[in-house]
């Protein structure tokens, strides 16, 4: 499995679209705004941008691993770049990124200032036609001859405020004379304003910033609180249409919920994203020219619902996007997954909302502050759109759900075996349920490999017990990643819980293989330890098929050894 590093550059092959591979840079969630985080369809699960000569968020794609090739700045001829618009300017400027070494937070710099580096136009007056001003835009942009421009709110920002064809433009022309100015901040203007400059290359043109649309929402009917119709999946060509608006009886005052589940670097598409409600009917249109006020997030590190919060919270707002009513785990999709239920605004409790589901882990404890003081139970509440669809919360025989509606408007996830999970080992795969990951990203040290270790223990674990076989196979991909760094005594103690699985996957067998090979290469150094010699010897006793795994492996290495004399002897014989 190719790995890429964040920042870097590759190759994107968009699917569908008949280009030629495009040079882009691999990118982190967080480099996304959060509407586009939000359309990120089942399976996609790398983020790229793609270069241009103006780089804007329209430039980011999804991709698949197999759209993602290693960066070759002859990758394209002369040809190709010439019959495909924009591809010579994307490889002018990866050839310039290349050479000036720059890093991920470049690019997300220059995405976050992309609205304060566009040219802004009266969208009433007809100069975007005017050829004669159109033209003296562009000739001063290409003048790398620095000029003294009126006072501006930021120095590398282009600005053509007209309100008649009289009316002269004011535009700030480059001071550097690189090919990449539009990339690489001046390193002579102050701190403050370095980090938003951004201005243009000599091969440039400037481009309108797209008019701010003001959207009226329709008169939408009154949702049952029970959904039932399945969502479209979520489109790549853009952000979500705005969603409509309801607010449930009984609660007569709006506020902001703190998602105790917010990660730094989204993956899902189901981002809780907060918007005040102030309607007192469900049809409520929205003055003309009435603003949507939004209220930020404040992240927390993932983990159990505290009680101590109070039993009856504070009424939350989540906005649930359109997940993808056809789940689909690497190239196997889910035939048999239930559509997605359609939510929109709702403001709830947290406890009684339709988007979260909820999870009762662990055997029942008492004087617990942390468990439910009803259930004697941890609790988590993981988005519904995270865990909807997946094959292994269904019952294998019936096909019944392990998703069961509990009262009028709130989900539960009832698996028989939660209650053998632990709760420190439910919130890593809790963690990749929203993430796609957990723990260390690229552990590429000893340190945070036997802490990889140690996560995927419990999360193997875990796992095992809920058949997540996609959970397994990405268990599997991240130890094969960190081998260089593996030690002896996390391998034998990893061994001995994956010899000792109840079921048997194919991420079983290729985990038994990488295990068994690296025991069989250090077999000796491990009966040479005296530490861990007696230990060794006792666990492939208890585990026969390790030990038959091991010696096999062992005797294949022992013959190809041998000289072929001694070989060929040995088989007639």
Known sequence: MTSFIPGSLVLYREPGSGLPLWPSIYCTFDVA??????TRPSGYVSLVLKLAGMLSTSQLRWATTTDLHHFDPFAADEETKRSSPGLADAYTVALEALESGLDLGHWKAALES????AIVIDSDDDLDSNE??????????????????????????FQAKCSNASQSSFVQAPERSRLFPSLIPDQRQPLSLRRHAQTFSRFLKPTPS???????FALSPRLSKRPGSPSPASSDDGPPSPPRRRKLSGSGRSSTRTDSYSFSSQSSNCIPSPTLLSSEDDSLLPLPGQKKRTAAIKPKSFGRVAENEGQHRKSSLVRQDSCASEIHFGDRPNASAAAVPNEDVIEEDLEESSQFVQVFVGPKVEDDPEADPERKQHRFQLMRCHVWGRPYFRNTLSAHSYLTPVGENTWELQHPRLPDILPEDFRIVAEFLSDGDFGHRQPQDEEKVAETFAQSISAWKTADLLSMDDLLDHIVEKMRKAQPWWDMVNVMAFACIVYQSEISLQAHDEMKALLSDYIADVFYVYIGDDHLSGHFTARLQQLPELGRDVFTKMAAQSSRRLPPQEEAALQSG
């Not at 705004?33 to 939000?38: D, E, G, H, I």
């Not at 992309?114 to 580096?117: A, F, L, P, V």
Request: net charge positive; hydrophobic share 35%; proline share 14%.
């Open 114 to 117: 992309q609205d304060d580096s």
């Open 33 to 38: 705004p959060k509407a586009f985080l939000r």
């Open 132 to 157: 004669d001003m159109r033209l003296a835009m562009e000739m001063s942009i290409a003048d790398l001859q620095p000029q003294r421009a009126s006072i501006m709110p930021r120095p590398a920002v």
């Open 210 to 216: 797209p008019p701010r649309r003001t959207t009226s």
